[in-house]
């Protein structure tokens, strides 16, 4: 498990796949990127950040000292036999609305550019 995630402790854990696409827009941005992890602000959702490893995408309240509020993880990204299937992964929430906004969060990181945000 990615080091992002060492010592956080979820309020619920649900296995989940990640949509094909959405998926394989987010992995070309990371292998462009020259240094990881990566913080980035989440378009359309202010106060969010996402702070993305290979193996871990961890989104942050930034407004509250980074405080977790969703990620994904265990990625099963070899185990698909095509690009165009989805990608079973690990949904970590640790807020109790997280779930109303990881879909839009990933449509988000997938469709608009990406504004890095300084550590």
């Not at 602000?41 to 930034?62: F, K, Q, R, S, Y």
């Not at 109303?100 to 997938?110: F, N, P």
């Amino acid at each position: 498990m990615s080091e992002i995630l060492e010592g956080l402790k979820p309020l619920r854990v649900r296995p989940k796949r990640i949509d094909a696409e959405c998926y394989n827009r987010i992995r070309v941005r990371l292998m462009r990127t020259r240094r990881l992890p990566v913080r980035v602000a989440v378009p359309g959702h202010p106060g969010l950040e996402m702070i993305l490893t290979d193996d871990a995408w961890l989104g942050v309240d930034a407004h509250r000292n980074d405080l977790p509020i969703i990620a994904w993880s265990r990625f099963e990204a070899k185990a698909r036999t095509g690009l165009r299937e989805p990608v079973p992964c690990r949904l970590s929430l640790y807020h109790t609305h997280a779930g109303l906004i990881m879909g839009s969060v990933l449509e988000a990181l997938a469709g608009g550019e990406w504004e890095n945000v300084e550590p």
